[in-house]
């Protein structure tokens, strides 16, 4: 006989088990290992900004011929990155393809990316639930800039989506099945006997109990790092799955986004001061005494769009807008460990005192610390930062000033440039530094002297970052290096690579050789950090820099 006890732990089981499963993630399973397109890029990606939302879990197979029922039971969609092309048929059994319309039908979800459609050519089902393929006539041109826009705003994908622009390949005169809806278009001119047309770009459909999704776009990991193409994926997987999505809209794809009246106030706490523009951060000054360096995080623009990435994986200690020394007296003060995030050396904030004014001016005083574990400090800093007030083009700018004092005689250093002793391809760098959006596109650096290749390591009073918004928006950032700064004009650390990607600037004061402080000597250095977007030309940005040293 079954003790009570027993059978309350046996309850308890069950309750646990079904809690955890209401709870837990949408089960992908992406069928892989042929395409062709890269798929050995593409895959990782499209399963790293579905993880990144911690809705989903990721597994992949590179035998989608093998599927079968008991298989997808595991699952609750399926996303095809694959196909045979230019074999125009599949290899799927009978039973394979009887598993996959049965997983459909009772309600699983089955997503299409981009040449993930152009498959089992023989098999008409597979064809009709991505509503569209790859058929005769089909073609397109070079990768381009184009806006996508969106259809049905009532969908739950793209309800509350502003369109968006991206740099993809753009499919024309695709074989329509005429079984799926269209919720997304873009522009292309004179692809219909010479007359301009717009082109599906995104379907949904439904068989079933099931639902469907097919996203023409992400020819390649560049193209998939769009802001745009992420949300729609990241949506139209859940969407699919679920019949619902519960993921909140980044707010730069938001059709409430933009908004010609500004109403700006501020936030305060005891560790971070931030100027807030309809209820978006502008820009918030971060000084909590436990992560030391302090930083600006989100650096915006006055509608929102945001300029800063923090704490990147690749680079975790890169703290959008922030200042740090590489080595003093031998020891890193700007690497952190990746597990603890402290570096060898300690940067440390002393005090912090902060002033706004109604206008929207505001000061930030600060006493900072160098020091190796808890020795005396070998090096003070006395940093003051002054916000500007946005100008009616929403421009604004942060000077920011730092006076360090030697404590010892320190050496200040940075990893040796290639033709040094062990020196780097990528040494140089330490200082006044911004790292910047990885969702920007259409990136560019230009100096002051409109130099715009081969601008690493090269000498200017200043460097623009010019890069476009998702919607499309021109933005930039622009830091000005003060003339009375240390040595002749500054050396630039600049890094612009699409692929990766990686996008960071910094007057590098020391990256052509050490400096040496003596005991008691002082170190000044000013720079403005200037904000900028549509209204703003290169005119405009020579006439600030000429109001900044004439101060």
């Known amino acids: ?178 079984t799926c809806r269209i919720i997304g278009e873009a522009f292309a001119p004179k692809t219909n006997k010479g007359f301009d047309k717009m082109e599906p770009v995104m379907f949904e459909g439904k068989l079933g109990k099931g639902r469907t999704f097919f996203l023409v776009l992400g020819h390649d990991v560049k193209s998939m790092r769009n802001l745009g193409f992420k949300t729609l994926l990241q949506r139209g997987s859940e969407w699919a799955a679920t019949g619902k999505v519960k993921q909140k809209l980044p707010h730069e794809l938001t059709l409430k986004r933009k908004t010609s009246e500004n109403k700006l106030k501020w936030k305060k706490d005891k560790n971070s001061l931030s100027l807030l523009n309809q209820k978006q951060t502008v820009w918030r000054y971060n000084f909590n005494p436990s992560e030391g360096k302090p930083y600006i995080h989100p650096l915006s623009t006055i509608q929102g769009t945001e300029l800063t990435w923090l704490r990147p994986n690749d680079h975790p200690w890169h703290r959008a807008v922030w200042f740090s020394w590489k080595f003093i007296n031998g020891v890193n003060f700007w690497e952190e460990n990746r597990k603890t995030g402290v570096s060898d050396g300690k940067t440390e904030i002393i005090s912090t005192n902060v002033e706004t004014g109604k206008d929207f001016k505001a000061s930030v005083t600060q006493q900072l610390g160098y020091r190796i574990a ?15 007030p946005p100008n009616k083009y929403g421009n604004y700018y942060v000077d920011w000033k730092c006076t360090f004092t030697a404590k010892e005689d320190v050496v200040l250093d940075r990893t040796p440039l290639k033709h040094e002793p062990k020196g780097k391809g990528y040494g140089g760098y330490a200082g006044f530094s911004i790292r910047l959006n990885k969702d920007l596109w259409d990136t560019s650096f230009e100096s002051d002297q409109g130099e715009k290749e081969s601008v690493h390591g090269a000498r200017a009073s200043y460097f623009t970052f010019n890069a476009k918004g998702v919607q499309g928006e021109h933005v930039g950032v622009s830091i000005f290096d003060d003339p009375d700064n240390y040595g002749d004009a500054t050396h630039w650390y600049v890094w612009n690579t699409d692929n990766h990607p990686l996008y960071y600037f910094s007057p590098a004061v020391i990256f052509n050789a050490k400096m040496e402080l003596k005991k008691g000597e002082k170190l000044k250095l000013k720079y403005r950090l200037l904000v900028h977007g549509e209204e703003t030309d290169k005119n405009d940005i020579k006439a600030e820099w000429e109001r900044f040293v004439g101060q």
Not at 6 to 34: D, E, H, M, R
Not at 138 to 163: A, Y
Not at 376 to 388: D, K, M, V, W
Request: proline share 2%.
């Open 1 to 178: 006989m079954i003790s009570k006890k027993w059978l309350l732990l046996v309850v308890f089981g069950i309750f646990i088990s079904f809690w955890c499963t209401a709870k837990g993630k949408i089960n992908v399973l992406i069928l892989s290992g042929s395409n062709n397109h890269k798929w050995q890029e593409t895959t990782p990606a499209i399963k790293g900004i579905l993880e990144e939302t911690g809705l989903f879990e990721v597994s992949i197979t590179e035998e989608p011929e093998k599927m079968n029922s008991n298989m997808l039971g595991n699952y609750e969609v399926l996303l095809s990155n694959w196909n045979l092309f230019p074999e125009k048929n599949g290899n799927w059994a009978e039973e394979t393809q009887n598993a996959v319309l049965d997983f459909v039908e009772n309600g699983g979800g089955f997503v299409f990316v981009h040449a993930g459609s152009s498959a089992n050519y023989d098999w008409a089902e597979f064809q009709k639930l991505a509503g569209a393929t790859w058929g005769k006539g089909t073609r397109h041109g070079k990768q381009h800039s184009f806006e996508v826009v969106v259809e049905e705003f009532n969908h739950p994908i793209v309800n509350g989506m502003s369109n968006f622009w991206t740099t993809d390949e753009l499919w024309i005169k695709m074989q329509n099945f005429k």
């Open 374 to 388: 808890d020795q005396e400090y070998l090096l003070t800093e006395e940093r003051e930062l002054q916000f500007s």
